[in-house]
């Protein structure tokens, strides 16, 4: 299990001090396991029984169990060096979560939305919302796409409590889309988010939430390439699962 879906495993255990040093461990995955406790809790500038906490939060007996941990996880897998098949592995991954997630309240929302606006918060999150768009046109439910921030400001004042948003983020942290998640939240506009799978500020903020896992990979020249096929694969999920929801709704009333 990756230290991401750690964190989402014990999120409900853990106080701002925990996101803290996680904050630091995230952002220093590749060398953070070289550092003793004391070290480490100098880095996060943090008590030392901080470090101890947090550890046995997320499952450790203690902080030498979480730091061999840690470097296990930084260790590539065998037979897994190799791009295409780090991309089998997040499929595979996603097919794991969606098999196991429950979607029907979503469904729910979807069907009885006056409107449905769809937002991706980048170019190639824009391109998924365009085709969680055309998938529902089948079944006669318009998503309107949202382009920019722009636009979302523009449109603010109309939206209202029987709207629907969904809501694509690669990291569910984008600066400019955060105020308008809590927007929503505070207009009492539900949204669904789809995001990489990883504790992030917009996943916090709504109760629907699916997750894509899609881990970036570093190529010998040191360039990062992250996979949206994951991303895909779950706004399909969530299409093909409101299909089924309006078939039994069908079903129940024949």
Not at 151 to 165: A, Q, R, V
Not at 184 to 211: D, E, R, W
Request: proline share 3%; charged share 25%.
């Amino acid at each position: 299990m990756s230290l991401e879906e750690l964190i989402n495993q014990h999120y409900n255990k853990l106080n701002d001090n925990d996101f803290y040093i996680l904050k630091y461990i995230l952002n220093h995955k590749h060398t953070c396991y070289l550092l003793g406790i004391n070290d480490l809790a100098k880095e996060c500038s943090v008590s030392r029984s901080s470090i101890l906490r947090l550890s046995q939060k997320l499952g450790f007996s203690g902080y030498s169990e979480f730091r061999v941990y840690l470097k296990w996880e930084d260790q590539p897998e065998e037979g897994e060096s190799l791009s295409f098949e780090k991309l089998l592995d997040d499929i595979e991954a996603n097919l794991k979560f969606l098999k196991t997630k429950d979607m029907t309240e979503m469904c729910r929302l979807i069907d009885e939305a006056e409107r449905i606006f769809v937002y991706g918060s980048g170019t190639a999150q824009t391109t998924c919302a365009r085709e969680l768009q055309r998938m529902f046109v089948s079944r006669h439910r318009y998503l309107i796409l949202i382009q920019d921030k722009i636009e979302f400001d523009t449109m603010l004042d109309d939206f209202k409590g029987n709207d629907l948003f969904i809501i694509i983020s690669l990291s569910g942290e984008t600066p400019e889309l955060i105020p308008q998640a809590r927007i929503l939240s505070a207009k009492g506009i539900p949204f669904i988010s789809i995001t990489n799978l990883k504790n992030n500020v917009l996943a916090q903020t709504t109760p629907y939430n699916l997750y894509a896992t899609s881990k970036p990979v570093t190529l010998s020249d040191k360039t990062e390439i992250v996979a949206f096929a994951p991303f895909f694969l779950v706004g399909e999920a969530l299409f093909r699962a409101y299909v089924d929801y309006k078939e039994d709704e069908k079903n129940n009333i024949d």
